[in-house]
T-cell receptor, first 113, second 119 residues
Framework: NAGVTQTPKFQVLKTGQSMTLQCAQDMNHEYMSWYRQDPGMGLRLIHYSVGAGITDQGEVPNGYNVSRSTTEDFPLRLLSAAPSQTSVYFC????????????FGQGTRLTVV | AQTVTQSQPEMSVQEAETVTLSCTYDTSESDYYLFWYKQPPSRQMILVIRQEAYKQQNATENRFSVNFQKAAKSFSLKISDSQLGDAAMYFCAYKGFPLYGGSQGNLIFGKGTKLSVKP
């Protein structure tokens, strides 16, 4: 079972560059989300989607863009990378409904220099 | 807005001993869900245990159990017979009852507790 697949696992960017973090799930989950993890800060929600064509902002959306054209894919775009975006990024998916478990990808460690 | 607080940035336990990780949360909702996730050095997020707020009985999963005190808004994790493989970062998380979907369904995480296990 593939579950939630994130690519790449590691990335180094120069300030001002753009890139897309890919996230794909094969469990037919309606709900997908992106988090960033910083030391001492836990996981903070960037953007989320409750279904294809529907996205919304989380706690820390500035500097990031998302779209959801299919149920399976939920890419995260960094439009102009900044050193403050150096972080570990996690994609998660789950069925809608309260008690459902969220499944996480392996994370992407992004460094912006 | 809901918040989750883990007041112990780091904890240490001797192998085979018992350790309790603390978590408190703030919410005005009456129905919600609480989770503990484990993150080993591999970075993978692994669900350890979950609790539904309307269930009074504390959840248990093998060596892991919770002490859920709804009135006190407390959700601590007890690990019994600690093993070296339990060494990890542990995150407490809250999820609202998704009556209308949307933001109520988002997981809100605490800052984490790093658990080390001494042989």
């Amino acid at each position: 079972n593939a579950g939630v697949t994130q690519t790449p696992k590691f990335q180094v960017l120069k300030t001002g560059q753009s890139m897309t973090l890919q996230c794909a799930q094969d469990m037919n989950h309606e709900y997908m989300s992106w988090y960033r993890q910083d030391p001492g800060m836990g996981l903070r929600l960037i953007h989320y989607s409750v279904g294809a064509g529907i996205t919304d902002q989380g706690e820390v959306p500035n500097g990031y863009n998302v779209s959801r054209s299919t149920t399976e894919d939920f890419p995260l775009r960094l439009l102009s990378a900044a050193p403050s975006q150096t972080s570990v990024y996690f994609c998660a998916s789950r069925l809608t409904g309260g008690y459902t478990e969220a499944f996480f990808g392996q994370g992407t460690r992004l460094t912006v220099v | 807005a809901q918040t989750v607080t883990q007041s112990q940035p780091e904890m240490s336990v001797q192998e085979a001993e018992t350790v309790t990780l603390s978590c408190t949360y703030d919410t005005s909702e009456s129905d919600y869900y609480l989770f503990w996730y484990k993150q080993p050095p591999s970075r993978q997020m692994i669900l350890v245990i979950r609790q539904e707020a309307y269930k009074q009985q504390n959840a248990t999963e093998n060596r892991f159990s919770v002490n859920f005190q709804k009135a006190a808004k407390s959700f601590s994790l007890k690990i019994s017979d600690s093993q070296l493989g339990d060494a990890a970062m542990y995150f407490c998380a809250y999820k609202g009852f998704p009556l209308y979907g949307g933001s109520q369904g988002n997981l809100i995480f605490g800052k984490g507790t790093k658990l080390s296990v001494k042989p």
